[in-house]
């Protein structure tokens, strides 16, 4: 969940800052009428597309707005550059972890008037779990794919890493270009593991055992021979696939029919626990800051944030073999 590629973060740690973009920036939107499909774009490739916590929120009431406009039958979500996404801006929310006010904290669980509102208290159990139990949310913008009542269909290339991960792996459809690494740096260096529930059983639970316990992306090939992706394709044909893939899913029945076919299986998959494993994510992320850390293990701490993030998980990332690695650019170096 964090920007891996060595650019610049929202708190400096490689010298300096910038003013982060606005979620109208980060987070686009589209739609043609004509067919019926609209598109979300992640729009801050020089930070792997990593949306900050307003662009999350942002993210949620696009597809909030997508499903119930009659002009939607159909929503594609892809990313600008080279990457669909790398995950949450992980500066951003130390930050926020940090600040004793909690004012972004209380922005994001959409408090407006946070001057009116106290905080629970650092040390109180609900410090924590207000804001892990408010990601099982649709309207938090974590895993809204699962309860949307239209077909999303997500375009995956480069990195598909942490909060894109949610998407890739809570969406309908996911058609993928052959170099996309997917993955969850928690399995690697950071928090307990968010909605482990759902991965193990879109993955199957001795492939996803593997992620988890070794902590190395998946490669798009690998992702598809556990069911996780519809299809592989090549670099310079993943748009027209995914075009061809929407326009399909638009043509084929009316806006009514998905809607029923949509409720069909969000009640199956809660049927097995889905929104279960969401809520027993928040229960472990919350306590898992009591769990002790080993001597050689990468801690994201405000030693470590004032050091430099990306520089700590490079380091980290060349203790693991070349194909076990999160970074493409290490990955190659060891080529």
């Known amino acids: 969940m964090t920007d891996i590629s060595g650019t ?31 598109t979300i774009t992640f729009n801050r490739p ?24 009659d002009d939607v039958k159909v929503v594609v979500i892809r990313g600008v550059g080279s990457n669909l996404g790398s995950g949450a801006d992980i500066p951003e929310a130390m930050a926020m972890s940090m600040d004793p006010t909690a004012s972004g904290w209380l922005r994001e669980l959409r408090v407006d008037d946070d001057s009116a509102v106290n905080f629970p208290p650092l040390g109180s159990f609900r410090h924590g779990a207000a804001i892990t139990n408010w990601y099982a949310n649709a309207a938090a913008g974590c ?10 269909i997500v375009e995956a290339k480069g990195y598909c890493y ?21 993955g969850h740096p928690a399995f ?36 598809y021979d556990c069911g996780f992706a519809n299809k592989v394709v090549s670099r310079d044909q993943l748009e027209a696939e995914v075009d061809k893939y929407a326009l399909a899913c638009a043509r084929n029945r009316p806006a009514d029919i998905i809607f029923m076919q949509k409720i069909f299986f969000e009640l199956m998959k809660q049927n097995q626990g889905e929104y279960m494993g969401s809520m027993l ?13 080993d001597a050689q293990e990468l801690t994201l701490d405000e030693d470590t944030l004032s050091a430099g993030i990306n520089n700590a998980v490079k380091d980290f990332d060349e203790g693991f073999p070349p194909d076990f690695r999160l970074s493409k650019s290490a990955r190659r170096r060891a080529e």
């Open 8 to 38: 610049k973060d929202a708190t400096g740690t490689n010298g300096t800052t910038y003013e982060p973009s606005s979620a109208e920036e980060i987070i686009l939107y589209s739609k043609d009428p004509a067919t019926k499909i609209a």
């Open 46 to 69: 020089d930070h792997l597309n990593a949306p900050t916590a307003d662009a999350r929120l942002r993210y949620a009431d696009l597809l909030h707005r997508a499903e119930i406009d």
């Open 143 to 152: 895993r809204s794919l699962q309860e949307f009542k239209k077909i999303s």
């Open 162 to 182: 942490g909060w894109h991960f949610y998407q890739a792996a809570d969406a309908d459809l996911v058609i993928s270009s052959d170099d996309t690494l997917f």
């Open 188 to 223: 690697r260096y950071i928090g307990f593991g968010p909605r482990m529930w759902t991965w193990a059983q879109t993955m199957g639970i001795r492939r996803f055992q593997e992620m988890v316990f070794t902590g190395r992306p998946f490669t798009a090939q690998e992702m």
């Open 281 to 293: 994510t928040a229960l472990f992320e919350t306590i898992g800051n009591h769990a002790k850390p």
